[in-house]
Structures are given as structure tokens and as C-alpha cells.
């Protein structure tokens, strides 16, 4: 009954993509007449806009022009024509909801058309990012739109001061990662003037990957803290109380864990060897509240917690590793003593304790914008509750031309061996006729193992992770030339666009500014250099897609996929 119905009334995806085609045709019908002005006309077109809202008209009555103009002023600065998809998904954003665009879509060239429309009130736009890499890239690739039309740009990234921060917010459009936003917002809450404050009202924003930021760590607390006087020796106590009882002949009787939870409890047995080691006469005293409390994160410092996993050892610190990005946390600290006892594990110096002074989840942030949109490429499957926690509706936008990627299904081995062994075959096979292979990881002690194998055989490749982020834009860009190998932590899934053959304008830049005499000269040697390798590597066969494990996300598989097939 239900296939039934949508095959007389369409889906509700399909009635969406009809209800704007004629909006889609209208700005299409503007083309010439905008194509037809100078940069001059273009420019002034935002001083004519504002008049015109000024003069009582909504941003829906001046959106097909708006829009018009985007696409004109892309074509002559970036040389890209947004397809009448991509002027669906941006109207889509407009309207305050998320656009779902498969992977390689060009969702950051869509962004531009609701960005630009919304930044015309003069009551700024955000567009969220997932880190600070992202942020600086798009803030200055499709910052080359906005300036043209005569509006400024802020990037908020870590390491900028108050008078910084308070110029980029004032920009028309401001760039920046979920955490820089969050943690301004905490940062002004604490302080005693409103002329303190460095943002301004939440009028409008784009979140991008909007599934990592609002249901993968939508519940993360972001704590603003200080530290609290506590003698920092009990960590190192219980640290060696708990190596101690982690050598004994059967360790696993003294304690049980829950993973799923990820959270540990003593037995019987594990709390009398305690009590014995550390000469109490009853842990379970309420005296005694507190030595449980550091033995019991303790004991889950080296039970839940790995090396290289969860967490990196950076310069004498313990550095957190977000699960979801693959990315260095520098900065953020496990609470209620879970880090310190991180810290004595790893034999470096325990700092203090820390006291919460102001909190909030990404959640409670982004639900205060009086206008929110996002977007992604796998939004569908958690869309009941992008509507019920943020009353986000999901459209899927189609593709411009149909997907030619080959999903395989994945293959299953008895032993880790064998599939290392099966990894390293198929990474060579691809090398040996030219294939470029991007190969995903969960985390980055199983990157560097796959290095380690390919180390040995003398193969040349690239590694990307948290511990090799500062070389991130210069792997991806290069990810795509011919027998190129590159493994990655899921650090490669999102937002990174991976050039067949090459980019050649981060070749040139690499040799010359952007500015140098030379620069145009090395950028036409590359970009012919990079289109004869880009039919070399469409010849063999395209980006080749390996994945050594899966995810506990598919979200996060899926985007790993995406770095293929892209149009």
C-alpha cells in the first residue's frame, strides 16, 4: 500500500525537488542578464540588495537574484558553475534545513548561495566547520565570492586573541570549528561587561558535516575550567596499586568491565588484594570514598583506555584523540580525575584536578541560532531525530550525474594476519599499475602498523593522522596522483577532496607565493602535468578505497567511501 502511494505521489524527497524546480528555473532565466554586467555592477548588487530589504522585502523575494549572482561570481572567481542541484540543496539550507548531498556534490560551493543571501541583514552568518584546517580552507576559497561582493570574511581558529575574535565575529561571514563557537560562547558568559563579549547574536548558521557535530557529539560537554588545590600524589598511589594487581597471575578475577558502558567495578576478590596492598582495613568505609574513586579510574586508565587509540603522548602531555574525527584534542582533559590517572599511567607529570566553572553541550549551543542548517552526506539515517532534538527536517538532494563508484562487499578473515597480508597484496597490486589507494583506519596505532608492513617491502607512501596532521593539506592534496599510497585515520573522511592525477595549484604554491612572477608559469607546467596523470589514474581504474576494519559508526564508513566517485 505504501510503495503504493509513492509511486502516484512521489516520495517526500521528490515532492520537495518539484516544489523548487520552478524557483530553480527562475534563477536559471537570470543567467544572461547577470553574465551580462561588469565587476563593477556585481559588486554594486549588494549595496541594491540591502536597499531593497531596507525598503521591506523578505530575503524570499530577492533570493533568484541573489542566487543568480553567487553563481556568476563563482563561475569568474573559481571557475565553477553550481549545478541546478547544487541551487536546490542551497535554497534547501535557506529554509533552515539539511540538505543531504552524497559526498563530492560540492557542498561547500552550495553554502555560498544561503550564506551570501542570509549575510545581506548585516547580522552575520556562521558557517561551522569540523576543524581548523576546513575552516581556513573554505574561508579562503569561497571567501574569493564574498569579497568580490563587496562583504568581509572571519575564520575562528585556535590561538586567537579577544580583539581578534571580536573582528572576525563582527565580519558579515565567519568561519570557524563547533568547539571555537562553543567555548566563545562559554568564555563572554564569564565575563562582567556586555562590551567584553566577542560574538553577537545567533541569526543564522551552516553547520557542516552537521551528523558529526549534532548527533555524534551533540552530548559532549564543552567545560571551561580551573584548577582545584589537591596533593597530586593518590594518583600515583593508586596507579601503582592497580599495576601491581594487573601482574597478578589472573588479574581478570579481580575485576569485570562493561565496554559498552566503558566502565569498570572491583570484585570481591580485587578489593581484599587492596585493602592488603594498601594496608586499609575496609575500602568500603566512607572515609574511604575517595581512594575507590582513584582506584576505580585507575583501573580504567589501563583497562578502556589504549595508547595511540584513545589517546597520544605529545611532548610530556596526554593529548585526547576525538573518536569521530581522528584529531588531536590539545587542551581538553578527561574530568573527575579520568585524565590525571591517564597521566600517572603514562609516567608523566599529573596536573592538578580541575574544577568545572561553566558548561554547555553542542546541543544546547546550536539550538539557541533563531535559524539552522546543515549539511552532509549521511544525514537520512538519523533523520527522525534531527526533527525531534532540533526540529531539522532531512531533504536528499539528487546527484548531478549518476554514481560510477563499484561498492565491493567486505571480505572476512579468520586471523588479523591473513587480512594484513591480504591489505598489503592489494595495496601493491594497485601501486603496481598505477592506482592511487587511500587506506582507512580506526585508529592510529593500526595506521602505523599498515606503514610498519609496507615499510618493510619498501614501498613509498604517506601517513595521516592526529600524530602528522601539520602535513594534512599537503597529503590530500597529493592523495590522488598516479600510485599514490596514502593511509589515514578517519581524519581523511570528511570534507577533504582528493584531485585525480593531482592539484596542481598546491604543487605551485609549494614552490612559489601566490603572488611570485613565476607562480602562473609553475601553475600551468602542473596543471598540465596533472591532467595527463588524471587519464593515467582514470585509465587504472580511479581512487581505490580500502578499508582495514570497520567503524562503529557506518556514518563514518560511508564518508571514508565518499572520498571516491566524486563529481
Given at each position: 500500500m505504501y ?6 505521489f ?5 515532492r ?17 542578464r ?14 541594491q ?7 521591506g522585502?523578505s530575503l ?9 549572482v ?9 571557475g ?13 539550507l535557506?529554509?533552515?534545513k539539511?540538505?543531504e ?6 557542498k ?7 550564506v551570501?543571501?542570509n ?17 581556513r580552507?573554505d574561508?579562503d576559497?569561497?571567501?574569493a565570492?564574498y ?11 585556535h590561538?586567537l ?6 573582528a ?17 560562547y562559554?568564555r ?10 566577542v ?6 548558521a ?13 552530548r559532549t560537554?564543552?567545560i571551561?575550567s580551573g584548577?582545584?588545590e589537591e596533593?597530586?600524589?593518590k594518583?600515583?598511589?593508586?596507579n ?8 597478578k ?5 579481580c575485576?569485570?568491565?562493561d565496554?559498552k558502558a566503558n ?5 570481591e ?9 594498601l ?10 570514598f ?8 585507575a ?9 595511540d ?6 611532548n ?5 584523540v576525538?573518536?569521530f ?11 573527575e580525575?579520568l585524565?590525571?590517572?591517564l597521566e600517572?599511567?603514562?609516567g ?25 542548517a ?7 539515517t538519523?533523520?527522525?531525530?534531527f526533527?525531534?532534538?532540533?526540529g531539522?527536517?532531512?531533504?536528499v538532494?539528487?546527484t ?13 578473515y ?9 591489505v ?8 603496481e599499475?598505477?592506482q592511487p589507494?587511500?587506506?582507512g ?13 609496507l615499510?618493510?617491502?619498501g ?14 593539506a599537503e ?26 592525477g593531482?592539484?596542481p595549484?598546491?604543487?605551485a ?20 602535468q ?15 578505497i ?10 563514518i ?5 565518499g ?5
Amino acid at each position: 500500500m505504501y510503495q503504493w502511494l509513492i509511486k502516484i505521489f512521489g516520495s517526500k524527497n521528490e515532492r520537495e525537488v518539484k516544489r523548487l524546480t520552478p524557483l530553480v528555473d527562475r534563477i536559471n532565466s537570470l543567467e544572461q542578464r547577470y553574465q551580462a554586467k561588469s565587476h563593477a555592477e556585481l559588486e554594486a548588487m549588494s549595496a541594491q540588495f540591502k536597499e531593497q530589504l531596507d525598503a521591506g522585502a523578505s530575503l524570499d523575494d530577492i533570493l533568484p537574484d541573489a542566487f543568480a549572482v553567487v553563481r556568476e561570481v563563482s563561475v569568474r572567481t573559481l571557475g565553477m558553475r553550481p549545478f541546478d542541484e547544487q541551487l536546490i540543496g542551497g535554497i534547501i539550507l535557506h529554509e533552515g534545513k539539511i540538505a543531504e548531498m552524497k559526498t563530492g556534490e560540492g557542498k561547500t560551493l552550495v553554502a555560498t548561495m544561503p550564506v551570501y543571501l542570509n549575510a545581506l541583514t548585516g547580522r552575520g552568518v556562521h558557517v561551522v566547520t569540523v576543524n581548523d584546517y576546513l575552516a581556513r580552507r573554505d574561508a579562503d576559497w569561497m571567501g574569493a565570492i564574498y569579497r568580490y561582493l563587496g562583504l568581509d570574511v572571519g575564520v575562528i581558529v585556535h590561538g586567537l586573541d579577544d580583539v581578534q575574535r571580536k573582528a572576525n565575529y563582527r565580519a558579515d561571514i565567519t568561519y570557524g570549528t563547533n568547539n571555537e563557537f562553543g567555548f566563545d560562547y562559554l568564555r563572554d558568559n564569564m565575563k562582567f561587561s556586555f562590551d567584553d563579549y566577542v560574538q553577537r547574536d545567533f541569526a543564522y548558521a551552516i553547520v557542516d558535516e552537521v551528523d558529526s557535530i549534532l548527533i555524534d557529539e551533540a552530548r559532549t560537554p564543552l567545560i571551561i575550567s580551573g584548577p582545584a588545590e589537591e596533593s597530586t600524589s593518590k594518583y600515583y598511589e593508586a596507579n601503582s596499586a592497580i599495576v601491581d594487581l594487573l601482574r597478578k597471575k589472573d588479574p581478570d578475577t579481580c575485576f569485570s568491565k562493561d565496554e559498552k558502558a566503558n566502565t569498570v567495578s572491583f570484585t570481591e576478590e580485587g578489593i581484599e588484594f587492596l585493602q592488603r596492598h594498601l594496608g586499609k582495613g575496609n575500602l568500603y568505609d566512607p572515609s574511604e570514598f575517595e581512594t575507590v574513586h582513584h582506584l576505580n579510574q585507575a583501573l580504567r586508565a589501563h583497562v578502556m583506555f589504549s595508547r595511540d587509540v584513545d589517546y597520544v603522548v605529545n611532548n610530556g602531555e596526554v593529548v585526547i584523540v576525538d573518536e569521530f574525527t581522528g584529531r588531536l584534542m590539545p587542551g581538553r582533559r578527561y574530568s573527575e580525575g579520568l585524565h590525571q590517572a591517564l597521566e600517572a599511567k603514562e609516567g608523566v607529570k599529573v596536573a592538578n584536578e580541575n574544577q568545572t566553572l561553566a558548561s554547555i553541550t553542542f546541543q544546547n549551543y546550536f539550538r539557541m541560532y533563531e535559524k539552522l542548517a546543515g549539511m552532509t552526506g549521511t544525514a537520512e539515517t538519523e533523520a527522525v531525530e534531527f526533527r525531534n532534538i532540533y526540529g531539522l527536517d532531512v531533504v536528499v538532494i539528487p546527484t548531478h550525474m549518476e554514481m560510477i563508484r563499484i561498492d565491493h562487499s567486505d571480505v572476512i578473515y579468520k586471523t588479523e594476519k591473513e587480512k594484513d597480508r591480504a591489505v598489503l597484496k592489494q595495496i601493491i597490486a594497485c601501486h603496481e599499475k598505477g592506482q592511487p589507494v587511500l587506506v582507512g583506519t580506526s585508529s592510529i596505532e593500526n595506521s602505523e602498523k599498515v606503514s610498519v608492513l609496507l615499510k618493510r617491502k619498501g614501498v613509498s607512501h604517506n601517513v595521516l593522522n592526529a600524530k602528522h596532521h601539520e602535513r594534512e593539506a599537503e597529503i590530500v592534496a597529493q592523495a590522488g596522483r598516479k600510485g599514490a599510497i596514502t593511509i589515514a585515520t578517519n581524519m581523511a573522511g570528511r570534507g577533504t577532496d582528493i584531485k585525480l592525477g593531482g592539484n596542481p595549484e598546491f604543487m605551485a604554491k609549494q614552490r612559489a607565493e601566490a603572488d611570485d612572477e613565476n607562480f602562473q608559469e609553475l601553475l600551468q607546467k602542473f596543471q598540465q602535468q596533472c591532467s595527463s596523470e588524471h587519464d593515467e589514474v582514470v585509465g587504472a581504474g580511479g581512487l581505490f578505497i580500502l578499508g582495514t576494519e570497520r567503524h562503529e559508526s557506518r556514518r563514518i564508513d560511508n564518508q571514508l567511501r565518499g572520498r571516491s566517485g566524486r563529481q
